[in-house]
């Protein structure tokens, strides 16, 4: 099965503990954040995080599942609430291919 591109928002399950995993991964580098969300059904691309209730990350896996997945083997997924949607159109400003973009209603 081949890897599709998902968006994932994500919001905390229980925001007392917001504070205490924000200051673990204070300890953590971007190269070992990433490492750690990643199997071979799924992986993290990136990772966006406000000052907001809601934070999103980009996933390149086979389905929801696999993301699911690796959540629940890191832990996290006892600490957050994830949606994943998948993407069907995915373009990107550092990969131009000068090709037409995909219509995600007729995939």
């Known amino acids: 099965m081949g890897k599709k591109h998902y968006m994932c928002t994500h919001t ?3 925001p007392d503990t917001v504070k205490d995993i924000i200051k673990q991964q204070g300890e953590m580098t971007d190269k070992e954040f ?3 969300l990643k199997s071979e059904k799924a992986e993290t691309l ?3 995080m ?3 209730d809601f934070f999103f990350c980009h996933w390149y896996a086979e389905d929801e599942q696999s ?3 690796v ?3 890191t832990g996290f997924n006892d600490i957050i609430v994830t949606m994943p949607n998948e993407m069907q159109r ?3 400003s550092d990969k131009i291919t000068n090709e037409k973009l995909v219509d995600p209603f007729d995939t």
């Open 12 to 14: 905390w399950s229980n």
């Open 34 to 36: 990433f490492a750690g």
């Open 46 to 48: 990136q990772h966006w």
């Open 50 to 52: 406000g000052k907001d």
């Open 67 to 69: 993301i699911i997945d």
């Open 71 to 73: 959540l629940e083997q």
């Open 90 to 92: 995915y373009v990107s």
